[in-house]
């Protein structure tokens, strides 16, 4: 079974990078017609696609946080990471790591961390 | 980028009504749209994908139609553990963005 799971810090400082992980575990992240990638949700809010990466490793971003966000895997330890530099409050949000199979919905998701960015 | 808009923002029914939730494009996506239904404190579950296409398991109350830029999420009976927010996303195309609609807070009457 396909399961996916975020990890990295609750709390980042205003104008660091946020770093999250997603490891991966009943599928390589090299296989398949699949896209990895990271939804966000800030507290109350709907649902924002920050970016995805396919099995092959081409990478695709939301065109309004491109400039910040870098998607990356780690083909060793079967997963994927993202990075989101000089965050503010509005990248206060859950972050969701998550498969997409070409064509298809996001399934499975993560369950999701919190990240707050505050001093 | 391709704004989605849904209707209701909410809505209150009851066991056993049927629901029409309602989803559009600001260009047409043809048929990539999913939805997607969110428990409080979970992250969401895909329902339908393609948008008529019900996913593996979800019960088949649930139904989805539509293509271009109009789009309809379907429950037949609603039940008790159908409350939620559901929301729609399309993914045509990768360079305008994959976006999501504000979502449709169900609750059960």
């Known amino acids: 079974q396909l399961q996916l799971q975020e990890s990295g810090p609750g709390l980042v400082k205003p104008s660091e990078t946020l770093s999250l992980t997603c490891t991966v575990s009943?599928?390589?992240?090299?296989?398949?017609?699949?896209?990895w990638g990271w939804i966000r949700q800030p507290p109350g809010k709907g649902l924002e696609w920050i970016g995805s990466m396919y099995s092959s490793g081409s990478t695709y971003y939301n065109p309004s946080l491109k400039s910040r966000v870098t998607i990356s895997g780690d083909t060793s330890n079967n997963q994927f990471s993202l990075k989101l530099n000089s965050v503010t409050a509005a990248d206060t949000a859950i972050y969701y790591c998550?498969?997409?199979?070409?064509?298809?919905?996001?399934?499975?998701w993560g369950q999701g961390t919190l990240v707050t960015v505050s001093s | 980028d391709i704004q989605m808009t849904q209707s209701p923002s909410s809505l209150s029914a009851s066991v056993g009504d049927r629901v029409i939730i309602t989803c559009r494009a600001s260009q047409s996506v043809s048929s990539w749209l999913a939805w997607y239904q969110q428990k409080p404190g979970k992250a969401p579950e895909l329902l339908i994908y393609?948008?008529?296409n019900l996913k593996s398991g979800v019960p088949s109350r649930f139904s989805g139609s539509g293509s271009g830029t109009e789009f309809t999420l379907a429950i037949s009976s609603l039940q008790p553990d159908d409350f939620g927010t559901y929301h729609c996303q399309q993914y045509n195309d990768y360079s305008l963005g994959f976006s999501f609609g504000p979502g449709t807070k169900l609750e059960i009457k």
């Open positions: 393609k948008a008529s």
């Open positions: 009943g599928a390589s992240i090299r296989s398949g017609n699949n896209y």
């Open positions: 998550m498969r997409r199979p070409s064509g298809n919905g996001v399934d499975p």
